[in-house]
């Protein structure tokens, strides 16, 4: 029997780190979970597979926020 992984299990792992579900960086930044994706693929933002799951580290994600509205091509910024 195959266990499930819930996203309350990836919260945070023992260093402390807060975890987010591609779906739920999505929701946070309004950004689609294919270019969440190409993020982690392109290592802009740090991601971990908690089994099945890709979890996105979320100090990684809000830096890379901030990244993206200082920067002047606009096409990065959230929707």
Excluded: C
């Amino acid at each position: 029997m195959a266990s499930i992984i819930s996203p309350m299990s990836i919260e945070s792992s023992k260093s402390g780190d807060e975890w987010l579900t591609v779906q739920e960086a999505a929701k946070l930044t309004n950004y689609h979970a294919e270019y969440l994706r190409l993020l982690i693929r392109e290592k802009k933002i740090n991601a971990k597979k908690f089994g099945p799951i890709w979890a996105i580290d979320k100090s990684s994600l809000l830096t890379y926020l901030k990244i993206a509205e200082k920067s002047s091509d606009k096409r990065h910024g959230p929707r």
